[in-house]
C-alpha cells in the first residue's frame, strides 16, 4: 500500500509540473515582447526596432590607422563641399584638413562610417572653421559617399583684446572642433541601419537617420522618444 501510495504521488507531482509547463509557455509567449523592450537601450524608444532588426555595436574610432580607412573619401568630398563656403582658395589650401569625428557600425559592404572633419583658418582676431560632415558605406574601393554638408562658423578669440597691452603678444590657442551630432546608437534591418542621434549644441535635439545603400533620410523621432 505505502508503494502504490507513492507511485500515485510521484504521478501526481509529475501530471502537475507538465500542466505548469504548457501554462506557462503562452505566458512567455505574452511576456516576450514586454521583456525585450525592457532591455533595449533608452535611445531606442527613438526608433522603435522593428521585427529583424539587431543593434549594431558602435564605435568611435581615433586612431589614424583608423581615419586612414575613410580618408580619401572623405578628402574628395571635403574638395568638393569647401567651395560653398567662398573662403579663398589659398587659404582653405594652406589648411589642414583633419578628422575630428569618426563613428563606424557594420561589417564589410554594408559597413557605415560617420565623420565630422573640418579645415581651420585663423588670422588677428579669430579663426574660421570649415566643417564638413556625411556618411560613407563599404570597405576599400568599394567606399562611397552617401551623403555630406558643410557648415562654416567664424569664433572670436577670447582674448583678442589683450594684446594691445602685451609687448610680446603670446601665441593663440586654437580650440578644438566641438561635435555636431552625437550618435547614440545604431540599428539594423535588411542591409539598411537606421542611427539615432544628438545634436551636441543647443537643446539637444534627437535626430533619426536611415542609412542605406542609396543614401540617407532623415525621419521625425517617434513619440515618446527618451534616449537617457
Known amino acids: 500500500m505505502k508503494c502504490g501510495s507513492r507511485r500515485a504521488e510521484l504521478g501526481r507531482r509529475a501530471a502537475g509540473a507538465a500542466v505548469a509547463f504548457v501554462l506557462a509557455a503562452p505566458l512567455q509567449a505574452a511576456l516576450a515582447p514586454v521583456l525585450q523592450a525592457q532591455s533595449l537601450p533608452p535611445w531606442a524608444s527613438c526608433a522603435p526596432p522593428s521585427a529583424g532588426s539587431a543593434i549594431e555595436r558602435l ?10 580607412l575613410v580618408e580619401a573619401v572623405v578628402k574628395r568630398v571635403f574638395t568638393e563641399r569647401e567651395k560653398e563656403q567662398r573662403v579663398s582658395a589659398p587659404n582653405l589650401a594652406g589648411a589642414r584638413l583633419t578628422i575630428d569625428f569618426l563613428y563606424t557600425a557594420g561589417q564589410g559592404a554594408s559597413r557605415v562610417f560617420y565623420y565630422e ?3 581651420t583658418i585663423p588670422d588677428a582676431e579669430g579663426l574660421l572653421r570649415v566643417s564638413v560632415a556625411g556618411w560613407v558605406r563599404g570597405e576599400g574601393a568599394a567606399q562611397r559617399s552617401l551623403g555630406s554638408k558643410s557648415e562654416l562658423e567664424w569664433a572670436e578669440f577670447a582674448d583678442a583684446g589683450d ?3 602685451r609687448t ?13 551630432l552625437a550618435p547614440l546608437g545604431v540599428l539594423s534591418r535588411a542591409g539598411q541601419q537606421t ?3 544628438r545634436r551636441a549644441r ?7 537617420y536611415d542609412v542605406g545603400a542609396t543614401g540617407v533620410g532623415t ?3 517617434a513619440a515618446g522618444c527618451k534616449p537617457s
Open 59 to 68: 564605435r568611435r574610432l581615433t586612431a589614424l590607422t583608423d581615419q586612414a
Open 117 to 119: 572633419a573640418s579645415k
Open 163 to 165: 594684446d594691445e597691452e
Open 168 to 180: 610680446i603678444p603670446e601665441p593663440r590657442t586654437i580650440p578644438d572642433a566641438a561635435p555636431g
Open 195 to 197: 542611427w539615432v542621434m
Open 202 to 208: 543647443g537643446a539637444g535635439a534627437v535626430l533619426v
Open 219 to 221: 525621419r521625425r523621432p
